[in-house]
């Protein structure tokens, strides 16, 4: 007898059809005689309507953000009526719940709230009598009663909020993959699930680019320690357990390999060396509004450094125009770019006792004659930029050398 | 300085561009000086839609209705952001309020809830500060913080209900029409525009076929005093008032016309003129759920009476079978009956005080050659059914004969 805090996202929900889907997965666990508590996304492009509907509008200014939330929480609204008529037909005691009806309190940041606080009095008693509790995701309230919204990757942030809050055996994300994989199928044919993947990794993985679970949502697993799965609502595979390190666990050296196409880099060369440098070269950047990925500074020569950062490549011409005038008003010597450049990362725990990982990954490519232009290292991750036109080749070549394989 | 509560149906806000228009109406009053509070129900067909969803699942047992509620009131939440975005847009201080955050209690009937109590607090408190609200209509919330909806017009009532606990000067509902006429305007081409109209008339109208507010808005109206004007959200006319009578008002005869098409009698002949006679009748009727509008019984002769109802014509053989069974239960001697019958009521206040309008109306009908099959009055209306061929031409007849024209 465990409690599972089963979430299902837009494409799971995305139809009546789709949800007859869902619920068998949450009968089959009540079958067997497990607690369940499910939180549901908005259906298919529902949000996408909400939003169109908002910018025939196109107001931004004061107050707009609360009435956006007013706006955007009725999607998650419709998906858990209509599952929980579904499941009431089926014979199952299931009982709706919206944000504030749970309980779940926000700060007032619309359309990017944090969770303060989540009551689960209501939903323990319900679970005690047997009801099966649906709950919108997304959506929370302030402590004045306005309807709010958790932003992006909402969703994901109520189930593994509410499992912390509940105690939950894990926290089930239902997507539509199979779980997380050592590399994207996609690229490399043979990629494996993982059956296990520890939140660092995690983490890594999915800020460079495996765009399964949500940063946030994993951060705040960690934090609270709630084992998180990724699993299909399409199969019936038992996904990706995420959770955290356990010293009996033989971490494998690599978990997986992320990519990232599309990306640029600019280098600023020349540049004196001097405390406060680095912030005068990026605070003009941030503050346009553009995200820097990677940041590079190597050691400097001369009394002067060069500086090199990543951003997306569609913010590469902006980027570049606004490094010309910092590169004059800081007498640098000279701006360069390129903007067909990916990035190629190594992650894993076991990576942090085994120093041989770089230097098979440098050899790996090199033997396929791929050049390495920037490298950049953490604790359980390798990061490569290198041309992008290698990049499938680069990630093929890896894969095998890894062993990472089916 | 005045304080309105404007009400605008679904056909008013339709669209995002049809929302800018409503935006107007309300301008116009602000900028008068007048204090607003809105009530708007959903986007024109977005309940149908909502409504289609949930039929797709097709349950309707335990928890059903509980759930139908969380999703139907959905599509007032979208148009209160929607409208409330526009008119912060334009530079009112506009904000949006749920039926629970205006503090709209009712008891737990689902899909058909009554309100309890409206605590304006808030709502006072935020017209102090200058602030414009606009409220989602049909919606409420019970005393376990369920969402509720109010039922068929439940968003008049909405309007009505806070224009009584707000004690607002006046209740405005917008529709597509110009106000309450003398008759249908499509059957006679001069029907007028009635400037006022009382309670009492507007009910007699209203449940006639005159189908611009719902019943329940106006005995609500009626009960608290509320003044209810009826006008047109695409036009700038005053539409019409409708209030209590004053003593000063010169009453007219007669304040209009309504009809209804789609009628049949049925007469059970013969039967034994005992107690309870009446209620073995149309107990087994009304059981069926089948609505009963006119009710008729003659005085008797030879122990045995006739008695005769009318039903819409979709219900006329379900009713026709049942009231046969019920014939041969009784030992009637008969049973007959007519789908093809229309009703025609004459409506006024000055009529309580004038014998003569009976007898003009039927000596006009008779002109025509136009037989009366069933005559029932009301303090303030006399209905007549007739064959339904002859509706139009009763209509215009009565028009022209009460001199209604314009």
Redesign the interface.
Known sequence: MALYVKKFGGTSVAS?AHIQRVADKIIEDKETGHDVVVVVSAMGKETDR?VS??E????R????S???D??L??GE??T???L???L??RGY????F?G??VKISTDSSHNKARIVDIDTKEIQKKLENGVLPVVAGFQGEDER?N?TTLGRGGSDTTAVALAAALGADECQIYTDVQGIFTTDPRVVENARRLERITFEEMLELASLGSRVLHTRAIEFASKYRVPLRVASSFDTGPGTLITYEEKSMEAPIISGIAFEGDEAKLTILGVEDVPGIASAILGPISESGIEVDMILQNISADMSTDFTFTVNRDDYSQAMEILTKVSDQLGAREVSGDNRIAKVSMVGVGMRSHAGVASKMFEALAKESINIQMISTSEIKISVVIDEKYLELAVRTLHAAFDLEE
């Open positions: 009546v909400l509907l908002s025939e509008i196109d107001y200014g004061n107050g707009a609360r009435e956006l007013v706006l929480s009725v609204q419709v858990i009526s209509l929980s008529l579904v009431l037909k005691q299931a009982e709706s919206l504030r009806q009663g309807i």
